[in-house]
């Protein structure tokens, strides 16, 4: 009875170490595969970097000469405004 116990639990211990064997080695296998499309994704990502900021700088510059732009043409219709009203008060002096 003792020797029945002995060979059931030897199998139930080959069993879970073949189970435990199995999910290292698929943990292995995910820690290799992991790295090396990690790895792979941190060298795309710089090797896009160079162009990403210079794309960043190219848009800051074209926000800023937008934004002249936009002061211009607000100072622009402000004079032609202001144009507008000293025409219109001349006209009605003279009417």
Known sequence: KVVTLLQDMQKKVTAEG???QELYEKFMCYCKSG????????????KKMPQVT???TASEEASETAKADLAQAQDERAAAKTAIEEATAIR????
């Open 18 to 20: 073949e189970a435990e």
């Open 35 to 46: 790295t090396s499309d990690l790895s792979a994704s941190i060298e795309s990502a710089e």
């Open 54 to 56: 210079a794309d960043i």
């Open 92 to 95: 009605q002096k003279e009417a």
